[in-house]
């Protein structure tokens, strides 16, 4: 069965960082593209980042570009990003998911405010 955890949302104000994980487990890893989606309060899910199995290859969103870094550990089965210089507009909840598959986690609330 696929889990996707997500972890380390929070309460952050503008121009601060925050590290979101998403912990993996019932499916190869490290065969698998992983992407970021957010879904704004209020808005329809969309796209923030993509990377390849091997971490060789990543794509951004425009809004993602030169703040957010998506990475990953195939030994520890975990995607991570690396979310800098926050926007109240990046409120949202953000979501792993595996490339190819419907599959959801329960998502990491971030709360960009002053």
């Known amino acids: 069965q696929v889990q996707l955890v997500e972890s380390g949302g929070g309460l952050v104000q503008p121009g601060g960082s925050l590290r979101l994980s998403c912990a993996t487990s019932g499916f190869l890893f490290s065969t698998s593209a992983m992407m970021w989606y957010r879904q704004p309060p209020g808005k329809e899910r969309d796209f923030v980042a993509y990377?390849?199995?091997?971490?060789?290859?990543?794509n951004y969103a425009d809004f993602a570009k030169g703040r957010f870094t998506i990475s990953r550990d195939n030994e520890k089965n975990t995607l991570y990003l690396q979310m800098n210089s926050l926007k109240i507009e990046n409120t949202a909840t953000y979501y792993c998911?595996?490339?190819?598959?419907?599959?959801w986690g329960q998502g990491a609330r971030v709360t960009v405010s002053s």
């Open positions: 998911s595996i490339s190819g598959r419907p599959d």
């Open positions: 990377i390849t199995r091997s971490g060789d290859f990543t």
